[in-house]
């Protein structure tokens, strides 16, 4: 059975940094798309940052130039790399690698 599983999210004050990590426990036998999603109380989730798995990135425009996402393929591991980080950043990170779903990690920045 799939699963995967978030780490790396706690509190942390603006200005901050934080690694998120999602691990697969289980074997996804293709995985194209590996992406990172948030979601703010009263808020739609969003997409953060999505790799594939040749390579191409995409950001969200308001964490490019701060977020870093990478990949493991063999291991089956995405990260978020969060750089300077705002108050209004604060939300539950998802993981999503392919059609498989984290249960989120809470990320709280405080001003």
């Known amino acids: 059975q799939v699963q995967l599983v978030e780490s790396g999210g706690g509190l942390v004050q603006a200005g901050g940094s934080l690694r998120l990590s999602c691990a697969a426990t289980g074997s996804i036998f293709s995985i194209i798309f590996m992406g990172w999603y948030r979601q703010a109380p009263g808020k739609q989730r969003e997409l953060v940052a999505s790799?594939?798995?040749?390579?191409?990135?995409n950001y969200a425009d308001s964490v490019r130039g701060r977020f870093t996402i990478s990949r493991d393929n063999a291991k089956s591991r995405v990260y978020l790399q969060m750089n300077s980080l705002k108050a209004e950043e604060t939300a539950v990170y998802y993981c999503?690698?392919?059609?498989?779903w984290g249960q989120g990690t809470q990320v709280t920045v405080s001003s």
């Open positions: 999503q690698q392919e059609d498989f």
């Open positions: 790799v594939t798995s040749n390579g191409p990135t």
